[in-house]
C-alpha cells in the first residue's frame, strides 16, 4: 500500500505524541506559575485544559450571572450559596488537614511522582486556605445587595464570586480525591439511608473474609440513589469479586457497567454490581495510579467484563492482567494514546 | 483495521486426501444484515462457522470525550445519535442522571410527556426491530408493514418535538415542548389502532411454518448464561428472568401504571420475537392508561438553575431502553460540565455474547441470531 | 413450423428460423419487461406501496428504463476473476433457458418442435443452467458468490429429483412424453385434478428450481449480499435477471401444459375463445402465484431446503408414482 509509505510507524506515532503532551504539559506548567503569582490560585488540576489567556476573561461572565443573581434572591442561587458555604467550612477544615493528607497521598503514588504531588497539595492547601480566609467577606459581599448600577460593588462582587468557585472547586476536589469518602459520611447528619444495613453487611462479609485492609473506603453514594459504595484495595479486588459473585449471602451475579475514570491524580475503574438473587446493587470502585495503571481483570469472574474491560483499555489505557484478549475495541488498533485520558493529545490533526 | 484477524493462519487439512481450507469471511461492515456498519469476521468450513470475531468502532464518535467539553444541555443532541432508533431513552437517561444528582422535582405534566414519548419509542423501536428481523430472514412484507406503523409514531413526535429520528426533546428538569393542542387524541387514536394492527401481524407472521422453524432453538442460551455475559433487557428476559427495570427499579413514573413483564423461558430466537411482540403489547397498555391520566395543564419543566451545575461526586443509574439496560454514570466536579460521562449500552454489552453463540453455527443462522440481539451501531460505537 | 423442419436446409428456412427465434425473443423480452413491471406492481400493491409509477403512463416504461440503464452501464470485472468463465457464465444460464421454450405448444398451432419427448428435453436442457450459476460463483472470485454458487448446485441438483418424479404420474397418465399429446390427453379433466400430489410437488420444486422466494437462498439477500452474481453488473448482471425470468416463463409455460391443460377451455361451451387467451390467462395465474409468494414468505435455511427435498418432497413424489401406477394399472385391467 502507498498508504504504508507515507505513514510513520507506530513507534514513531508515539514519540510524536509523547513530544506533543510534553510541550503541553511545560506550558500548562508555565501557565500554572503565571496563575499562582498573580495569587487568583485556582487550583492546578484544573488548569490543566483551561486556557491561560482565556481563562481570566472565561471566568467573569460565569461569575457575573451570580452576582446579578443573588439580589433577586432566587431559590436556585440560595441553594448554590448554602452548597458553597458548605463546601467553605469543609475547605477550612481541608485546610489543616491537608498537609498530612498530601504527604500520605504522595508516598502512595510513588516516588517520581512524590514531588510533584506535594507541590500540587502545597498549592492546594494555600488555596484552599486563601478561600478560607476569604470567606467572610465574601459572604458580605454576597449578601449586601450590589445595587444595580456600582460599577465597583458589582467588581467587586465578580471577584469575590471568582474566587469563591475557585475555592469551592478545590474543596470539593479535595475531598472527592483523598478522604472524600469519610468526609461525605461524616458531613451528612440525617437520617441512616435506607441502604445502610446492607452497606454494613457487605463490609461485615468482606472485613470478615479478608481482613480491614482490602477496604480502603466503604460509603453510601447519595448522589446514585443511595447505591453502597466500597472502594477496594487494588492487590485483592480479583478474589474479593470472585468472593462477591460466589458467596452465598452476597450473590452479585451481575455486572452492570464496567468503566474508568480519569482523575488526573490517579485511575478509578467503577463497576455496578447487581444481585438478582437479593435485589441489591452495590458499586465498587477500584484505584490505580495514572503511570502504570492496572487493575485485575475480573473477566473469568463475570463475563460481562470482557468488552467493557476492553474498552476501558482503548479509550483510557487501564491494564487488566488476567484479560485473555486485551486488544483495543473501538479505535483501530494503530492508534496511539488514550483519548479519554485528561491530557490526551491528539497525534494526528487529521483524524 | 485489526490486522491481526487478517493474517490470522487458516487451517489446511488434508484427511481424505483431500485438501480442503477454512475461509476467512467478512460479513461486513457494509453488508445488508449488520444492521449498519458492524463487521464480523468468521471463520467458515463449507457454511458451518468456526470462529466469529466481532470487529467494531466503524462509528466510534467519541460521544464521552466530546462530553467532557459540553455543558449538560448541549450534550443531549448526542444522546441521540447512539441509539438512534430509540433516542428518548437515551435522552432520558441523561436528564435521569443529572435530576437524580442534583435531587430536582420534575412536573407532573412533564413526567407524562416523558413516559409517553418513551413508550411510544420503544414500539417504534420493537417495530423496527421486527420488520428488519423479518427483512433477515427473507420476508419483505412485515419490513413495510411495520414502517408504515412505525411512520405513524414519527409523525407524532414531529409534531411533539419536531423532529422523526433525533428528538433532543428532553430537558434537565422536563421536556422542551409541550404537546400540541390535540396531540393527545391522536396518539390515543394511535394506540387503538396500533393494538388491532398487532392483531394483524402476528396472524401474518407468527405462525408462519418457515418461520418458526428458522428461529426456534436457534441461539439458545441459560439464564446463568445471560447474567454472566451481563446480558439484559429482552435478552435476559428470553431466559425467564423476570426483570424490568420500569418495574424493579421504577424511574419516572413506571409505578402509576398497571403493566407485565413478559418473559419466556426458552432462550431462543423464538422466546425473543415472542418476548418482544408482547412487549408492544405492554407499551400500548401503558400507554393507554397515560394518556388517560394526562394532567390537563401544568408545566412541563421544572424550576431548573440556569446554569447547570451538578455537585460533585458520582452517579450511576439505569433504566430500560428497549435494548436492555441503558445505564449513565456522571462524575462530577460541580461545574457546569460533567468531568466524565459514560454510558453503559444495552447493544455493546448484549453483543459480546455473539461470538459464542455463533460457534458452529450455520451462515443462515448467524444472521437470525445477530438480528434477535437487536443491535443499533451507533449505540455499540457510541 | 414443422412443415419447416421436414424440409431440407436452405438458407430460405435458415432465415425463417432465425426470423422465428428472434420474434419469440422479442416476445419473451415482453414478456420480462412487464412480468418484472407487474411483480413490482402486485408486490408493492400487497406491501401496500404504489410500485413503480414515474417512467412512462403508470410507471409502465420503468422497466425499459431499468433495462437500458443496466446496459448503458460500465462493464465491470473483479482483477482476479476468471476471465473467460466470467463471461462465459451469463451465457451459460441464458441459452437453455431460451432453448428449452422450442418445445413449448402455446396452443395447437404456435409451436417451434413438435418433440416426441418434448417433457425429456425441458428437463435435461434446464438442468444446464445450474452449471451457468455455479460458474458466476466461481469466476468471480468473490467467497459470498462461491458461498451462493455451491448452494445453488446443491438446491438444484436437489429439486431437480422431485421434480421430474411429479411429472411421471403425467407421463404414466397420459402414455406420452409429448408435451402436446399430454394437453389433448386433458380434454374431459385437466391434470391438476388426478395429479394433485404431483402438482403440489411441481409446484414447491419448480419455485426452488427458479431460485426464488421462499427458496431463493443462492442470493438470499440478507446472508450472501446477492449470491452468485454479486461481482456482475451491466449487461452480464442483465443477463442473469433475464435468464431468471425467462425461466420462470418456461416453468409457467410448462406447468400450464402438464397440469392446467394448455390451451384447452375451462368448459367446452366456451371454447369459442382462442386458445391462447387461455393459455395467457393459465399462465398468468402462475406467474401471479409466483408473486404472491415471493411477498408473503420468509427464507428457508439451506439445511432445511435439502431435508425438504430429500425427506419430504421426494417420498411424496414416488407415493405419487406408484398410486397412479396402480390406478393406471387398474384401468387397464391387469387387476
Partial sequence: MSEEKRRPTPEEKAQAAAEARAKAEALRKLREQEEQGAEAAPPAQEEAQAQAADSQEEVAPVAKPVSEMTPEEKAAAKKAAAAEAIAKAKAAKEAKESAQQGDGASSAEGADAEAKAKAAAAAKAKAAAAAAAKAKAEREAGGSPADGGDDDAKAKAAAAAKAKAAAAAAAKAKAAQATGDGAEAAETPKAPSKNQPYLDKYVLRITEKFGKEVLEASYINELAKEVPTLVIQNERWHEIAQFLKEDGQLAFEYLSDLHGVDYEDRMEVYYHLYSYKNRQSLAVKVKTSREQSSVPSVMDVWNGANWNERETFDLLGIHFPGHKDLRRILLPDDWVGYPLRKDYVQYDEEV | ?382 | ?335
Fill in chain 2, 1 to 382: 483495521m485489526n490486522q491481526n484477524i487478517l493474517t490470522t493462519s487458516v487451517d489446511t487439512s488434508s484427511e481424505n486426501g483431500i485438501r480442503t481450507e477454512e475461509m476467512l469471511l467478512n460479513v461486513g461492515p457494509q453488508h445488508p444484515s449488520t444492521h449498519g456498519v458492524f463487521r464480523l469476521v468468521v471463520k467458515i468450513d463449507g457454511e458451518t462457522i468456526k470462529e466469529a470475531i466481532p470487529v467494531m468502532g466503524y462509528l466510534h464518535r467519541g460521544t464521552e470525550k466530546l462530553a467532557e467539553n459540553l455543558n449538560y444541555t448541549q450534550i443531549i443532541p448526542y444522546t441521540d445519535r447512539m441509539d438512534y432508533v430509540s433516542a428518548m431513552t437515551n435522552n432520558y437517561v441523561l436528564c435521569h442522571a443529572v435530576e437524580t444528582m442534583m435531587g430536582l422535582e420534575i412536573p407532573e405534566r412533564a413526567q407524562f410527556l416523558r413516559l409517553i414519548a418513551m413508550e411510544l419509542n420503544r414500539v417504534a423501536s420493537h417495530l423496527v426491530w421486527w420488520g428488519t428481523y423479518l427483512l433477515d430472514i427473507g420476508a419483505m412484507g412485515p419490513f413495510l408493514y411495520a414502517f408504515r406503523d412505525r411512520e405513524m409514531i414519527l409523525d407524532l413526535f414531529n409534531e411533539l418535538c419536531g423532529a422523526r429520528m433525533t428528538f433532543n426533546y428532553m430537558r434537565i428538569g422536563g421536556v422542551k415542548w409541550d404537546a400540541p393542542p390535540g396531540w393527545v387524541d391522536k396518539a390515543k387514536e394511535f394506540v387503538q389502532y396500533m393494538k388491532k394492527e398487532l392483531n394483524n401481524y402476528h396472524q401474518l407472521v407468527s405462525g408462519n411454518e418457515i418461520f418458526i422453524s428458522r428461529i426456534k432453538g436457534i441461539g439458545k442460551f441459560d439464564t446463568s448464561t445471560a447474567l454472566d455475559y451481563s446480558l439484559s433487557g429482552v435478552m435476559l428476559r428470553a431466559t425467564g428472568v423476570k426483570w424490568d427495570l420500569r418495574k424493579d427499579e421504577p424511574y419516572c413514573i413506571y409505578d402509576r401504571f398497571d403493566f407485565d413483564v413478559p418473559t419466556a423461558t426458552e432462550g431462543d430466537c423464538m422466546a425473543r420475537y415472542q418476548v418482544r411482540m408482547a412487549e408492544i403489547e405492554q407499551s400500548l397498555r401503558i400507554l393507554e392508561q397515560a394518556l388517560e391520566q394526562f394532567p390537563s395543564e401544568g408545566e412541563v419543566i421544572g424550576k431548573v438553575p440556569r446554569v447547570i451545575r451538578p455537585p460533585a461526586g458520582e452517579t450511576y443509574v439505569r433504566i430500560e431502553s428497549p435494548r436492555g439496560e441503558i445505564g449513565c454514570y456522571i462524575a462530577s466536579q460541580g461545574k457546569d460540565k460533567p468531568w466524565r460521562l459514560k454510558f453503559r449500552r444495552p447493544s455493546f454489552t448484549n453483543l459480546q455474547i455473539l461470538p459464542t453463540l455463533l460457534q458452529g453455527e450455520s451462515l443462515a443462522n448467524m444472521i437470525v441470531i445477530l438480528g434477535s440481539i437487536d443491535i443499533v451501531l451507533g449505540e455499540v460505537d457510541c
Fill in chain 3, 1 to 335: 413450423m414443422n412443415a419447416l423442419l421436414q424440409q431440407a436446409p436452405s438458407w430460405g428456412n435458415t432465415l425463417w428460423f432465425i426470423l422465428a427465434a428472434v420474434i419469440l425473443l422479442a416476445v419473451l423480452l415482453g414478456f420480462v419487461t412487464y412480468a418484472i413491471y407487474f411483480e413490482r406492481k402486485v408486490i408493492g400493491w400487497m406491501q401496500l406501496r404504489i410500485g413503480p409509477n414515474r417512467v412512462g403512463p403508470l410507471g409502465l416504461l420503468q422497466t425499459v428504463a431499468d433495462v437500458t440503464k443496466l446496459l448503458l452501464k460500465e462493464d465491470t470485472r473483479p482483477k482476479h476473476a476468471d476471465k473467460a468463465l466470467f463471461t462465459l457464465a451469463p451465457i451459460l444460464a441464458y441459452a437453455p433457458a431460451f432453448a428449452v421454450l422450442a418445445v413449448m405448444p402455446f396452443t395447437e398451432s404456435i409451436q417451434f418442435a413438435d418433440l416426441g419427448i418434448g417433457l425429456l428435453y425441458y428437463i435435461a436442457l434446464s438442468g444446464i443452467t445450474v452449471l451457468g450459476v455455479i460458474t458466476a460463483g466461481w469466476a468471480s472470485n468473490n467467497k459470498y458468490s462461491l458461498i451462493g454458487g455451491l448452494r445453488s448446485a446443491a438446491q438444484m441438483i436437489s429439486y431437480e429429483v422431485p421434480l421430474v418424479m411429479s411429472v411421471v404420474g403425467v407421463v404414466l397418465l397420459t402414455g406420452s412424453m409429448n408435451l402436446r399429446e399430454i394437453v389433448e390427453a386433458q380434454r374431459d379433466v385437466w391434470n391438476i385434478v388426478p395429479q394433485f400430489i404431483g402438482f403440489a410437488v411441481f409446484i414447491i420444486a419448480a419455485q426452488a428450481e427458479l431460485n426464488r422466494t421462499p427458496f431463493d437462498l443462492p442470493e438470499a439477500e440478507s446472508e450472501l449480499v446477492a449470491g452468485y452474481h454479486v461481482e456482475y453488473s451491466g449487461f452480464r448482471f442483465a443477463m442473469f435477471m433475464l435468464a431468471e425470468y425467462v425461466y420462470m416463463f418456461g416453468m409457467g409455460t410448462l406447468i400450464t401444459i402438464l397440469f392446467l391443460g394448455g390451451w384447452l377451455p375451462i368448459h367446452p361451451a366456451l371454447g369459442f375463445i382462442p386458445g391462447i387467451v387461455w393459455f395467457v390467462l393459465k399462465f398468468s395465474l402462475y406467474i401471479f402465484l409466483q408473486f404472491w409468494i415471493r411477498a408473503t414468505m420468509p427464507r428457508l435455511r439451506v439445511d432445511q431446503l435439502m431435508s425438504f427435498a430429500w425427506k419430504v418432497l421426494l417420498p411424496i413424489a414416488l407415493f405419487n408414482i406408484l398410486l397412479t401406477a396402480v390406478v393406471v394399472s387398474y384401468q387397464n385391467g391387469m387387476f
